[in-house]
């Protein structure tokens, strides 16, 4: 029963289907017409499906939708390469080709059908309406919320760092756009400019291989409007030449490379691509250097140009379909580059690892999996349960990691929404792993301060406040009218267990201190207390959801080391075994149903 509730029989009738054909083959092709078989062989083999493809390309490159855009900043494309020097501990440097595309970060629309930006109109054929390098906005920042726009989003970004969007009316955003929806994106570059179109400010995007992110927002130590000569008057009071580089250092919080720790700090020059006055057309050139926390250089990695910027505005069909074939396979193949680099640093320069880090409160987490997006949504409704039944005058503001769309939302407890003075509590949810952890525990206090102060998946404003909603409290017994409830949170009674504490060396070379604390075995504790809530307040599609879940997690805990993906590999085994002999036991039957016919045929 339990794996019934886990899965849905989709896969099982596909597999049954699949081996049942498999099985049957010959049987199959007796009852279908041998000259229509040929065709189709002979058109697969006559090239009509490559000419088709042609036909395609040629379409979308020739035909898609053009938007001109007529303000500060052109729409290009910078043929470039990226180089990394490393130079300590051990010496190791590579370089290959890379392709960013440069936006205007207020225009929407297709250039020359090969840039796009934000277009979607839902259609059948709304690909034709795209370029093949796209830019997502959904993809920037934080994640999701797409509605926005650039614009929308970064002038919300800007706001959270307490700055003004009206100081930046101008923005140019350089980056590696999506080729036929893929794209893995090391670090994105947001040029600000102020209303006299000179660079003022950056904003630096940087992605880990993990899925995380950090955003670095970036202001000029040299400031031409807070310098005062010795006449009296600032530097752009007397008209100074605009910057045209971008020159900072900040310290590093954000785990990016499994071969250097989280300390040190980075020192970046970039040129301003646009410059003069945001007519210009490149080239980009940034520089980022990363030191230790001892001061030594560790890294060197630049970007350069390799040929000139390219307008697809101006380029003819023959120019597209060549830029196509030359650059086509640049962004698949960045991942795998780094890996081997990797590669190449461990088993050959002997470079230590450092395991990655729960990410910091100014970071965002990954993506969440299937199983986090499921929980989040009832953790939410749980959290703003337990906020609203307190007695306490309370707002706590929930922010949510890793989940589509995801925006944070405001909780008051009862107290506060009668009018009395609320005490302010923000909770931020650092990694999407704090969901799948969380229902392991059986009581919320507890939960909340392990998380919390050892394993760092979550961040609260005011770790004093939380008793004041998550109390310790007797647990629920387990009562429910339903006797497959009862059966299914029985069994998820039975299979909690503390998860273990997020314990790692620190490098590769480095070992644990003592032997790991085993995880506390709570299987005689009545069910948590968010087991209780869902039991009395959700509906049966929400049970449902949530027992499959949290089921499915103590099941690979179990028997499948934790890897959900290796629980869905023994499923698809046995699925298969069981579909196999299934598919037998019906394929002798159609045998003996078809003799049958014909022997009644023959008579």
Not at 49 to 64: F, S, T
Not at 119 to 131: A, D, E, P, V
């Given at each position: 029963m339990g794996y019934w509730t886990v899965y849905d029989g989709d896969v099982d009738v596909f597999v049954l289907a699949a081996l049942s054909v498999f099985r049957q083959w010959d049987l199959l092709v007796e009852h279908i017409d041998a000259t229509l078989l040929e065709k189709l062989a002979r058109l697969a083999g006559s090239g009509s499906?490559?000419?088709?493809?042609?036909?395609?390309?040629?379409?979308?490159?020739?035909?898609?939708r053009e938007k001109r855009w007529d303000g500060p900043g052109k729409i290009l494309l910078f043929p470039s390469r990226t180089t990394h020097s490393r130079i300590f501990p051990k010496k190791h440097s590579f370089s290959y080709s890379y392709l960013v595309v440069g936006v205007p970060v207020n225009w929407?629309?297709?250039a020359?059908?090969?840039?796009?930006?934000?277009?979607?109109?839902?259609?059948?054929?709304?690909?034709?309406?795209?370029?093949?390098y796209t830019i997502d906005p959904g993809d920037y920042l934080d994640r999701g919320r797409a509605e926005l726009g650039l614009r929308g989003k970064l002038d919300a970004y800007l706001q959270d760092q307490g700055a003004d969007p009206a100081s930046y009316p101008h923005a140019y955003l350089v980056t590696a756009a999506r080729f036929l929806g893929y794209h893995f994106n090391p670090v994105s570059f947001w040029y600000l400019y102020d209303a006299d179109k000179a660079l003022a400010a950056m904003v630096l995007e940087v992605n880990n291989t993990f899925g995380e992110r950090r955003m670095y927002f970036l202001t000029p130590d040299d400031d031409p409007s807070k310098q005062i000569t010795s006449d009296g008057l600032s530097a752009?009071?007397?008209?100074?030449?605009?910057?045209?580089?971008?020159?900072?250092?900040?310290?590093?919080?954000?785990?990016?490379?499994?071969?250097?720790?989280?300390?040190?700090?980075?020192?970046?020059?970039?040129?301003?691509?646009?410059?003069p006055g945001m007519q210009g057309r490149g080239p980009v050139v940034n520089t980022i250097n990363l030191v230790s926390s001892k001061g030594h250089g560790k890294l060197v990695a630049r970007l350069v140009p390799e040929g000139s910027a390219i307008d697809p505005d101006a380029m003819s069909l023959f120019d597209k379909l060549k830029f196509l074939a030359s650059w086509w396979w640049v962004g698949f193949l960045t991942f795998p580059r780094i890996v081997k680099e990797a590669g190449v640093l461990f088993f050959r320069r002997k470079l230590h690892v450092w395991f990655r880090p729960e990410p910091l409160k100014q970071s965002i987490?990954?993506?969440?999996?299937?199983?986090?997006?499921?929980?989040?949504?009832?953790?939410?409704?749980?959290?703003?349960?337990?906020?609203?039944?307190?007695?306490?005058?309370?707002?706590?503001?929930?922010?949510?990691?890793?989940?589509?769309?995801?925006?944070?939302?405001?909780?008051?407890?009862?107290?506060?929404?009668?009018?009395?003075?609320?005490?302010?509590?923000?909770?931020?949810?650092?990694?999407?792993?704090?969901?799948?952890r969380f229902v392991h525990y059986a009581h919320d206090l507890e939960a909340?301060?392990?998380?919390?102060?050892?394993?760092?998946?979550?961040?609260?404003?005011?770790?004093?406040?939380?008793?004041?909603?998550?109390?310790?409290?007797?647990?629920?017994?387990?009562?429910?009218?339903?006797?497959?409830?009862?059966?299914?949170?029985?069994?998820?009674?039975?299979?909690?267990?503390?998860?273990?504490?997020?314990?790692?060396?620190?490098?590769?070379?480095?070992?644990?201190?003592?032997?790991?604390?085993?995880?506390d075995d709570i299987r005689g504790f009545r069910i948590s207390p968010m087991d209780g809530y869902v039991l009395a307040h959700e509906t049966g599609p929400a049970k449902a959801v949530y027992r499959s879940s949290v089921l499915k997690l103590f099941l690979a805990d179990k028997i499948a080391l934790g890897l959900i993906p290796l629980l869905d590999t023994q499923r698809l085994i046995l699925q298969t075994w069981f579909a196999w002999h299934l598919s037998t036991a019906l394929g002798r039957v159609l045998a003996a149903l078809t003799l049958a016919l014909r022997k009644q045929v023959v008579g």
């Open positions: 499906l490559a000419l088709v493809l042609a036909i395609m390309i040629v379409q979308r490159v020739a035909m898609a929407e629309g297709t020359g059908g090969i840039v796009s930006v934000g277009t979607n109109n839902g259609g059948l054929f709304s690909w034709l309406s795209k370029g093949w752009k009071e007397r008209q100074t030449p605009p910057r045209t580089t971008m020159k900072q250092s900040w310290p590093k919080d954000f785990h990016v490379s499994p071969f250097n720790s989280r300390k040190g700090g980075y020192s970046l020059v970039a040129s301003d691509p646009l410059s987490g990954r993506q969440a999996d299937s199983t986090e997006r499921r929980l989040e949504p009832l953790f939410r409704k749980y959290l703003q349960h337990l906020v609203v039944q307190s007695t306490t005058p309370l707002a706590v503001k929930y922010i949510p990691s890793g989940v589509p769309d995801g925006t944070s939302e405001l909780m008051l407890s009862s107290a506060a929404k009668d009018g009395a003075p609320a005490e302010e509590v923000e909770f931020k949810v650092l990694t999407p792993v704090f969901y799948s909340f301060s392990c998380e919390l102060q050892e394993n760092c998946t979550i961040w609260v404003s005011r770790p004093d406040l939380l008793p004041k909603f998550a109390l310790r409290k007797p647990l629920p017994v387990l009562a429910t009218s339903s006797y497959v409830d009862f059966a299914y949170f029985k069994l998820i009674q039975k299979l909690r267990t503390r998860p273990e504490r997020i314990e790692r060396p620190l490098t590769s070379s480095a070992s644990l201190a003592g032997k790991p604390v085993p995880a």
